[in-house]
């Protein structure tokens, strides 16, 4: 990696970091804000949280061919701009109106920005890095999102609704100084003529469907964010509470478990799965999956205590995080690889709006069968889910190449000085590492 592409990816991090401290102030206050704070109830609060979602599902398909045609930082610019004046709008908003508005237009800027900055950190990181690339943006954001959550919980008072203002504005500050710090990156990498984006979006659709592989890979990611982040605030909560009978008090320590490990363990959790097959770790993690669902229904069903279903559940959300860290390095690098120089932007944002389709769809289905009391069906199902995760990545590496698969094959030919090595050893080494 150059001088410039380490400079580039600093700045990078540095502000996507500031921006995940800011949104952690208002991150897990803005239901009760909304609901209590402003009077407008439960269900004006549910609406404005999915409208994130809905917003998030109407940009992104837009998103990525913009990218590729204008590159990323417009976009981020666009969105860190569109997501500083929702956030301000929403502290300030009084009426179900504006908080709806104001929900939209931050989601829209939001949904923007995560493929517009993994587009740049492809283009400043060389492939022998980018794992650690995506790895370092997933510890920086549950970081920042930690602290802030922390801070914000010292700062408000429900009774104070001016603290709540005071919430959203510094998360509209943070993301401001990601838009300036964006504005003061100079990408190395300059699209080629060559790499012209293919003409026509059903061309660029045709690419894409036409590649199996990614096909695989966006089944996965909708299936992971379903059956992990998309249950965190609706189903599995409410089996803890409900069924394993733990204390509101206890979920806020299990979530805090989740953050804990991420944050703890994801540099060492990548020097594991950075020289393994990127598709036997994402088989791993539905396993480690498999084995939460199961600890969290054994917390509700099988005897033994209070401080036993306690200590299941924080496990199930302590495995939870470790599943997220080996995912981060993984995933996120694999999508780049798999798209063509000229449609990184829409394979980044193609697999954005997976993501999001999921986190919309888990909560709502999530949430209807806690409501029906249906949780044997839950947990089962979830279950499955996991287990689908393994096989789905198991065929998934079978539609990679060598090199997409397990990319210390391609790190293990080249020097530090930069030179190839034509050592049969070397490539024997990293596969004897699988």
Same mark, same amino acid.
């Given at each position: 990696?150059?001088?410039?592409?380490?400079?580039?990816?600093?700045?990078?991090?540095?502000?996507?970091?500031? +921006?995940?401290?800011?949104?952690?102030?208002?991150?897990?206050?803005?239901?009760?804000?909304?609901?209590?704070?402003?009077?407008?109830?439960?269900?004006?609060?549910?609406?404005?949280?999915?409208?994130?979602?809905?917003?998030?599902?109407?940009?992104?398909?837009?998103?990525? %061919?913009?990218?590729?045609?204008?590159?990323?930082?417009?976009?981020?610019?666009?969105?860190?701009?569109?997501?500083?004046?929702?956030?301000?709008?929403?502290?300030?908003?009084?009426?179900?109106?504006?908080?709806?508005?104001?929900?939209?237009? =931050?989601?829209?800027?939001?949904?923007?920005?995560?493929?517009?900055?993994?587009?740049?950190?492809?283009?400043? !990181?060389?492939?022998?890095?980018? !794992?650690?690339?995506?790895?370092?943006?997933?510890?920086?954001?549950?970081? $920042?999102?930690?602290?802030?959550?922390?801070?914000?919980?010292?700062?408000?008072?429900?009774?104070?609704?001016?603290?709540?203002?005071?919430?959203?504005?510094?998360? +509209?500050?943070?993301?401001?100084?990601?838009?300036?710090?964006?504005?003061?990156?100079?990408?190395?990498?300059?699209? %080629?003529?060559?790499?012209?984006?293919?003409?026509?979006?059903?061309?660029?659709?045709?690419?894409?469907?036409?590649?199996?592989?990614?096909?695989?890979?966006?089944?996965?990611?909708?299936? =992971?964010?379903?059956?992990?982040?998309?249950?965190?605030?609706?189903?599995?909560?409410?089996?803890?509470?409900?069924?394993?009978?733990?204390?509101?008090?206890?979920?806020?320590?299990?979530?805090?478990?989740?953050?804990?490990?991420?944050?703890?363990?994801?540099?060492?959790?990548? %020097?594991?799965?950075?020289?393994?097959?990127?598709?036997?770790?994402?088989?791993?993690?539905?396993?480690?999956?498999?084995?939460?669902?199961?600890?969290?229904?054994?917390? $509700?069903?099988?005897?033994?205590?209070?401080?036993?279903?306690?200590?299941?559940?924080? +496990?199930?959300?302590?495995?939870?995080?470790?599943?997220?860290?080996?995912?981060?390095?993984?995933?996120?690098?694999?999508?780049?690889?798999?798209?063509?120089?000229?449609?990184?932007?829409?394979?980044?944002?193609?697999?954005?709006?997976?993501?999001?389709?999921?986190?919309?769809?888990?909560?709502?289905?999530?949430?209807?069968?806690? $409501?029906?009391?249906?949780?044997?069906?839950?947990?089962?199902?979830?279950?499955?889910?996991?287990?689908?995760?393994?096989?789905?990545?198991?065929?998934?590496? %079978?539609?990679?190449?060598?090199?997409?698969?397990?990319?210390?094959?391609?790190?293990?030919?080249?020097?530090?000085?930069?030179?190839?090595?034509?050592?049969?050893?070397?490539?024997?080494?990293?596969?004897?590492?699988?």
């Amino acid at each position: 990696m150059t001088t410039a592409m380490g400079a580039a990816l600093r700045r990078i991090q540095t502000g996507n970091a500031l +921006s995940a401290f800011g949104n952690g102030f208002t991150v897990p206050y803005t239901f009760l804000y909304v609901s209590q704070v402003r009077g407008l109830g439960s269900t004006t609060a549910g609406i404005a949280l999915a409208g994130f979602a809905v917003a998030a599902l109407l940009v992104l398909p837009f998103t990525g %061919r913009f990218i590729d045609q204008r590159g990323p930082l417009p976009v981020a610019i666009a969105g860190a701009l569109a997501a500083s004046a929702g956030s301000m709008a929403l502290g300030l908003a009084s009426t179900t109106q504006l908080v709806l508005v104001s929900a939209l237009v =931050m989601g829209a800027g939001i949904a923007v920005i995560q493929p517009a900055l993994a587009t740049m950190i492809v283009w400043s !990181s060389a492939p022998t890095n980018r !794992s650690r690339a995506f790895a370092t943006q997933f510890f920086l954001n549950n970081l $920042g999102l930690g602290i802030g959550g922390l801070v914000g919980g010292l700062l408000v008072d429900e009774h104070v609704p001016a603290s709540f203002t005071l919430l959203f504005a510094i998360e +509209s500050v943070m993301f401001l100084v990601l838009a300036g710090v964006v504005f003061s990156v100079r990408l190395p990498h300059v699209p %080629r003529v060559g790499d012209a984006v293919p003409k026509g979006a059903r061309g660029s659709l045709r690419t894409m469907v036409g590649d199996r592989a990614m096909v695989l890979l966006c089944v996965l990611g909708f299936v =992971m964010f379903f059956a992990c982040y998309g249950q965190f605030e609706s189903g599995l909560s409410a089996f803890a509470l409900e069924v394993s009978g733990i204390s509101p008090a206890m979920l806020g320590v299990a979530l805090a478990a989740n953050t804990a490990v991420i944050v703890l363990a994801q540099f060492l959790v990548l %020097r594991l799965v950075e020289r393994r097959r990127r598709s036997r770790v994402i088989a791993a993690v539905g396993l480690v999956w498999a084995v939460a669902w199961l600890l969290a229904a054994a917390s $509700g069903w099988v005897a033994g205590g209070p401080a036993m279903a306690t200590a299941a559940i924080i +496990s199930t959300y302590a495995l939870f995080g470790l599943g997220e860290a080996m995912l981060s390095p993984t995933v996120a690098p694999l999508v780049a690889d798999l798209a063509p120089a000229s449609m990184l932007g829409q394979y980044n944002a193609t697999f954005a709006l997976v993501k999001q389709l999921a986190l919309a769809l888990g909560p709502a289905v999530g949430g209807l069968l806690a $409501g029906v009391g249906a949780y044997g069906v839950y947990i089962s199902g979830l279950v499955v889910c996991s287990l689908g995760i393994s096989a789905v990545a198991l065929r998934l590496g %079978r539609r990679l190449t060598p090199v997409q698969d397990l990319p210390a094959l391609a790190a293990s030919r080249v020097v530090a000085g930069g030179g190839p090595v034509d050592s049969a050893a070397s490539v024997r080494t990293a596969e004897a590492r699988v």
